[in-house]
């Protein structure tokens, strides 16, 4: 017969990522989540200008 390869670790036993033991996002990733809505509203709400400060806040609050 074969041998069974062993299952990966239970998810409780595997290394904690980034943010996971506090819930928090990296910030680069939360970018990436906003930017698409944030560009969406400003083409149907025509609100670019709203939009682009907004962004420069968000980018200025993560340290960019």
Do not use: C, K
């Amino acid at each position: 017969m074969a041998q069974v390869a062993p299952s990966a670790a239970p998810v409780r036993d595997r290394p904690l990522e980034y943010g996971q033991e506090n819930g928090r996002r990296h910030p680069l990733v939360a970018l990436a989540m906003v930017l698409p809505f944030a560009l969406a509203l400003a083409v149907l709400f025509g609100g670019v200008e709203a939009v682009v400060t907004q962004v420069s806040s968000v980018a200025g609050a993560i340290g960019w």
